[in-house]
């Protein structure tokens, strides 16, 4: 038994000791309390509460694994438009992952996203940040079953047709993400060092702390090229109101940056178990695919050579 198990043990234990004690309600527990391994793990998350039902049964469930040999290219797919805007927000360690809250204030900067596979226009929500406890594992999707050290989604929500984020997740066309893979390597990413630097002041769960004057663009590597599926959220309650976009090239952030994700920590700092890391290992399994569609705008009928095959995604995750 790894220090995991032991852990997803112990936290069920702590769980049901809660229950017990509080009187919680079993749906608000489960709520506070699902995770990624053991009975609190993806697994498990259809069954413990009635509203997240879809995460047992659904079919268009998120995330998957990319078989390049399957995707169709869609000459029609055109590229994403967004403005180049800074926006303020609130890093939150939620205890499951990283969040940052964008500031959606009426006099706050938005930034919103168009094009590509959407027929309307998404406004930036959340943007979380799912990665492993080793390198060669973290990200949501795979390709060809391979995953990256760290997925970082752009979480946007259909302001054409609804008003509040809760009102589009539970809606048709509701929701987009932008999906950004990465890979360790020597350059540095100065937005991304902005979120290692709050995430310093937040190294327990619950805790927050404040980004001003984000660069968004600057996480989103420079690519007209993409691949777009329908699926879901990843996490409870796994609606299926979700289209997807990953893009074609990497963000790459340094060895020491991907460390100091590691350093989080799951509880609060008065919980018994301050020493387990926060988020290792905090993605869940891809999900069959079924008889969706994976399109894509690569054509098939370019050589991807020189300098675009050193960035072109699959080819980069086909030889790792």
Request: with cysteine; charged share 15%.
């Amino acid at each position: 038994m790894n220090v995991y198990e032991i852990f997803a043990i112990l936290s069920w234990i702590y769980t049901f000791t809660c229950l017990v004690l509080h009187s919680v309600n079993a749906t608000e527990l489960w709520e506070e309390w699902w995770g990624y391994s053991g009975v609190s793990g993806p697994a498990f998350w259809g069954s413990h509460n009635q509203n997240w039902s879809l995460c047992g049964t659904g079919r268009f469930q998120s995330p998957i694994d990319i078989d390049p040999e399957k995707l169709i290219y869609d000459p029609n797919l055109t590229p994403l438009q967004f403005e180049e805007v800074m926006v303020d927000g609130i890093l939150v360690n939620t205890g499951l992952d990283l969040t940052f809250e964008v500031n959606t204030n009426t006099n706050s900067t938005k930034f919103v996203f168009s094009g590509g596979p959407l027929s309307y226009t998404y406004k930036l929500h959340y943007i979380k940040i799912h990665f492993g406890v080793y390198d060669y594992v973290g990200s949501e999707h795979t390709i060809a079953g391979k995953q990256f050290p760290f997925e970082i989604q752009l979480i946007g929500f259909n302001t054409d047709l609804y008003k509040t984020y809760n009102e589009a997740s539970m809606s048709t066309h509701g929701l987009a993400v932008i999906t950004v893979l990465g890979a360790i390597g020597d350059l540095v990413s100065d937005e991304f060092d902005k979120i290692l630097t709050a995430a310093k002041n937040v190294k327990y769960r619950g805790l927050k702390h404040g980004i001003p004057n984000f660069f968004i663009t600057d996480l989103i590597p420079p690519s007209r090229l993409y691949i777009t599926y329908e699926g879901s959220l990843t996490q409870p309650s796994c609606q299926e109101t979700v289209t997807w976009i990953l893009i074609n090239k990497p963000l790459h952030i340094t060895q020491h940056q991907m460390a100091s994700l590691r350093e989080l920590n799951r509880w609060n700092q008065n919980a018994p178990f301050t020493n387990t890391p926060l988020v290792a290992n905090n993605f869940r399994p891809p999900q069959p695919v079924y008889r969706r569609t994976m399109r894509t705008n690569i054509s098939p009928y370019v050589e991807l050579t020189g300098d675009l095959l050193d960035y072109d995604i699959i080819k980069a995750w086909l030889s790792a």
